[in-house]
C-alpha cells in the first residue's frame, strides 16, 4: 500500500486541478480532457505498480477511448446515471472526436513523467 500512496496522492491532486480547470473561463476545456486522462494513468498506475509504463499507458489510454466513445450510446438508465455530477464526471457527456487528442496529451504527460521523474521502467 506504500508504493500506492504518491499515485493516489497525485490522483486527487489532478481531480482538483481538472475540477478547477473547468471553472476558470480562459483555460480551454481539452485542458480538463487531458487532465482526466492523466489521472487515469496514475490511477492504472496505483493498481499495476508491477508494470511496464508502456502497458500502463496503453490500458489508460484504452480505459479513457472506451469511456469517450461510450458516450455516443445512449439508453435510458445510461443518459439517467449521466445526469447526475459523478455520472457525468466519470462518464462525461457526449463524444467529441477532439477528446481522443486531448487523452493522448494526457496519457503521454502521465508516461513521460513516470518514466522520467518516478523512474519506472
Do not use: N
Amino acid at each position: 500500500m506504500k508504493k500506492r500512496i504518491p499515485y493516489l496522492i497525485l490522483v486527487a491532486a489532478v481531480i482538483a486541478l481538472g475540477l478547477l480547470s473547468r471553472r476558470i473561463a480562459f483555460i480551454p476545456a481539452a485542458t480538463g480532457d487531458a487532465l482526466y486522462a492523466f489521472m487515469m494513468f496514475f490511477l492504472v498506475r496505483s493498481c499495476f505498480l508491477h508494470q511496464r509504463s508502456r502497458s500502463v499507458a496503453l490500458i489508460s489510454l484504452a480505459l479513457c477511448f472506451a469511456i469517450e466513445f461510450s458516450q455516443a450510446i445512449h439508453t435510458p438508465p445510461l443518459d439517467a446515471l449521466r445526469a447526475t455530477l459523478p455520472g457525468r464526471l466519470v462518464l462525461g457527456q457526449g463524444f467529441l472526436w477532439t477528446d481522443l487528442l486531448a487523452y493522448v496529451a494526457g496519457v503521454s504527460a502521465g508516461w513521460a513523467i513516470d518514466k522520467l521523474l518516478l523512474k519506472k521502467d
